[in-house]
């Protein structure tokens, strides 16, 4: 089955440094999404791919669709420290079900 | 104004038992999932549900059986609980298929 590789696993940042990760899937996606999820709270979408070599922005956050359709990154820029928490990629590949495929995660902690 | 609501918010209960999770959205979607998330925080989806049709199991244990009773509501049934069970449970829906799920602030469920 489909499956996603999220890296890195954890980060552990000052305030203020970039931040950057990255999912790479071992097939084809057509959609990218990126979530953050708090403590104790449900995932929230941060930014949504859908078409390759797309890159959004969402405040200090930027995302971009690989061209080859295996990848996407995440960057946040000029970290805060409620930036903590978990960021998840998802990917949906060519299922009309809207089955999503969910990375490991990427926990990051920052020190004010 | 909660978008997915779930309860409750904790459970804690005996090997053996049953229980129910409720999950209810006012966003006007017609689709609605069941997430299982570990406790190394993996979410992987259980089931989904389009305007009251199953349309994902994803291998899940017979024990699990989700109801519908309209598109608004996907509830869990969980009978003769495992140790194994214990997780976050998390409900999100969605706009028919369409990549944007919203999540639910999530149930922890612990077994004994």
């Known amino acids: 089955g489909q499956q996603l590789n999220q890296s890195p696993q954890s980060m552990f940042i000052q305030e203020g440094e970039d931040v950057s990760m990255n999912c790479t899937s071992s097939?084809?996606?057509?959609?990218w999404l990126w979530y953050k999820q708090d403590p104790g709270e449900g995932p929230v979408l941060l930014i949504a791919?859908?078409?390759?070599?797309e890159l959004t922005s969402n405040g200090r956050l930027t995302a971009q669709f690989g061209i080859t359709r295996k990848d996407s990154f995440l960057n946040i820029s000029a970290s805060i420290p409620s930036d903590v928490g978990i960021y998840f990629c998802?990917?949906?590949?060519?299922?009309?079900?809207?089955?999503?495929?969910f990375g490991q995660g990427t926990t990051l902690q920052v020190k004010p | 104004d909660t978008a997915v609501s779930q309860t409750p918010k904790y459970l804690v209960t005996q090997m053996g038992n049953d229980k129910s999770i409720k999950c209810e959205q006012n966003?006007?979607?017609?689709?609605m999932y069941w997430y299982k998330q570990d406790s190394k925080k993996f979410l992987k989806i259980m089931f989904s549900?389009?305007?009251?049709?199953?349309?994902i199991n994803e291998t899940v244990p017979n024990r699990f059986s989700p109801k519908s009773p309209d598109k608004a509501h996907l509830n869990l049934h969980i009978n003769s609980l495992e140790l194994g069970d214990s997780a976050v449970y998390f409900c999100?829906?969605?706009?028919?298929?369409?990549?944007?799920?919203?999540f639910g602030p999530g149930t922890r469920l612990t077994v004994l």
């Open positions: 999100a829906s969605s706009q028919a298929h369409a990549n944007e799920q919203f």
């Open positions: 097939s084809i996606f057509n959609t």
């Open positions: 791919l859908y078409k390759a070599g």
């Open positions: 998802a990917g949906r590949g060519s299922s009309n079900t809207g089955k999503l495929i």
């Open positions: 966003l006007g979607h017609d689709t």
């Open positions: 549900y389009n305007n009251k049709e199953l349309i």
